[in-house]
């Protein structure tokens, strides 16, 4: 069993930064791949960007590469989303997620957490 804590939301003007961050309990945390997804109202979730168990894979949805990136602590049973240059649309509940090994761009994650509200001001 995981159990997943973000932190880190809230609200910024357009062009601003947020750093997102997930801790994960348990000792296996550097078994798990991880995943960020966000779901804005109406809408429904989708994949942001995901990260390997080593770290030595990243992938990223076409809308945030170049802009937001995924890295992970698993000394510190952590992943972070760092995300420059926001946009009004990137407005969202973000979500971390968690999955044995293999990254996956879909919400098939055994685990996920209960989300922080991200909000960009145009």
């Known amino acids: 069993q995981v159990q997943l804590v973000e932190s880190g939301g809230g609200l910024v003007q357009a062009g601003g930064s947020l750093r997102l961050s997930c801790a994960a309990s348990?000792?296996?945390?550097?078994?798990?791949?991880m995943g960020w997804f966000r779901q804005a109202p109406g809408k429904e979730r989708e994949f942001v960007a995901a990260i390997s168990w080593s770290g030595g894979n990243t992938y990223y949805a076409d809308s945030v590469k170049g802009r937001f990136t995924i890295s992970r602590d698993n000394a510190k049973n952590t992943v972070y989303l760092q995300m420059n240059s926001l946009k009004p649309e990137d407005t969202a509940v973000y979500y971390c997620?968690?999955?044995?090994?293999?990254?996956?761009?879909?919400?098939?994650?055994?685990?996920w957490g209960q989300g922080t509200q991200v909000t960009v001001s145009s």
């Open positions: 348990g000792r296996t945390f550097s078994t798990y791949a």
């Open positions: 997620a968690a999955r044995p090994f293999v990254a996956v761009a879909t919400t098939q994650y055994d685990y």
